[in-house]
T-cell receptor, first 120, second 114 residues
Framework: EAGVAQSPRYKIIEKRQSVAFWCNPI?????LYWYQQILGQGPKLLIQ????????DSQLPKDRFSAERLKGVDSTLKIQPAKLEDSAVYLC??????????????????FGPGTRLTVL | QKEVEQNSGPLSVPEGAIASLNCTYS??????FFWYRQYSGKSPELIMS????GDKEDGRFTAQLNKASQYVSLLIRDSQPSDSATYLC??????????????FGKGTKLSVIP
């Protein structure tokens, strides 16, 4: 079974530029998450999708961040314009969710390799 | 605001010793508890999950949960240099919509000295 795919793996941009990250979850996984992990901290949830709908985006800075999952499979996260404090690793994760027939409490979140963003 | 607290470390133990990692959480309705291992430059990898009070053992790893004290720990027996990593504690509950969201601590950096 292929894992969660993310691209690019690294990105360096200047502040005020825009950037987009892509994620392809494990095949059949209905729930997809984007996390931001700043150096020395744990991952912080930005947005959660169930199929192509947003479940929770309460921690997404909507003035500059946007995300979509139009066909309920892969997803993109965009930052426009970027700030210095956006320098972080952006992680995508997926789980099977309720549609898999398993309890969500026992499903494992599988993480992709992440995209390391540096804003200069 | 749910909070998960961990000592950031670094925690240094000699090879072969027991490493003890601790975590406390603020939300009493938390139902599921996880330990992730994260090597430098890599993404988190689940190593243990625990859902009820008591101990759960898996190889050299033992997770302990005490919901009354809102405390979860991870013991690593016979520590190896390959165990050197950051260990992230994560908790989840149901928001009612079954959203299954993880709240992570900052992680404890473990160094196993040969």
């Amino acid at each position: 079974e292929a894992g969660v795919a993310q691209s690019p793996r690294y990105k360096i941009i200047e502040k005020r530029q825009s950037v987009a990250f892509w994620c392809n979850p494990i095949s059949g996984h209905a729930t997809l998450y984007w996390y931001q992990q700043i150096l020395g901290q744990g991952p912080k949830l930005l947005i959660q999708f169930q199929n192509n709908g947003v479940v929770d985006d309460s921690q997404l800075p909507k003035d500059r961040f946007s995300a979509e999952r139009l066909k309920g499979v892969d997803s993109t996260l965009k930052i426009q314009p970027a700030k210095l404090e956006d320098s972080a690793v952006y992680l995508c994760a997926s789980i099977g969710g309720r549609t898999s027939g398993r309890s969500p409490y026992t499903d494992t979140q599988y993480f992709g390799p992440g995209t390391r963003l540096t804003v200069l | 605001q749910k909070e998960v607290e961990q000592n950031s470390g670094p925690l240094s133990v000699p090879e072969g010793a027991i490493a003890s990692l601790n975590c406390t959480y603020s939300d009493r309705v938390s139902q599921s508890f996880f330990w992730y291992r994260q090597y430098s430059g890599k993404s988190p990898e689940l190593i243990m999950s625990i859902y009820s009070n008591g101990d759960k053992e898996d190889g050299r790893f033992t997770a302990q949960l005490n919901k009354a004290s809102q405390y979860v720990s991870l013991l690593i027996r016979d520590s190896q240099p390959s165990d050197s990593a950051t260990y992230l504690c994560a908790v989840t509950d149901s928001s009612g919509a079954g959203s299954y969201q993880l709240t992570f601590g900052k992680g404890t950096k473990l160094s196993v000295i040969p």
